[in-house]
């Protein structure tokens, strides 16, 4: 059965591709367009509650509503941070803070950041402007 399977697609490759080319122009052309999952921030719904409080944070408290992100440092053969792992990462972050790098409003670290099991540390990095 295969064999036989086989040979056809051989003898009508062309009749196989064209018939591929013009499924697939079909499904483009009778695709959803993407504006409706996408028109809100980050590509989530505007019926998710995070959706709807960065909204209400942007209309109502623009001078605060900013992006932020974090950095997580962890050692590389996953051990625990030693003090001189812990000094180096604040060190990382009043570097990344004195770049005065164009978006980034203040780049900190705390041991508050760093994870009960001692094997990773945040640095948190708030930016000026919108999310989005």
Do not use: C
Not at 7 to 23: D, G, K, L, Q, S
Not at 82 to 99: H, M
Not at 104 to 129: D, E, R
């Amino acid at each position: 059965m295969s064999r036989r399977l086989a040979e056809r697609v051989v003898a009508w490759r062309w009749y196989i591709i064209a018939a591929w080319v013009v499924a697939g122009a079909v499904l483009v052309t009778l695709a959803p367009s993407l504006t409706g999952f996408t028109s809100s921030g980050y590509g989530l719904p505007a019926s998710y509650q995070s959706t709807q409080a960065l909204t209400i944070a942007l209309r109502d408290f623009p001078s605060v509503a900013s992006a932020s992100g974090i950095i997580e440092v962890n050692a590389t053969d996953n051990s625990v941070l030693t003090a001189p792992d812990l000094q180096k990462i604040d060190a990382l972050a009043r570097a990344l803070d004195g770049d005065h790098i164009g978006s980034v409003h203040s780049v900190t670290t705390s041991p508050l950041f760093l994870a009960k099991n001692q094997k990773m540390q945040l640095i948190q990095v708030s930016m000026t402007g919108q999310p989005g």
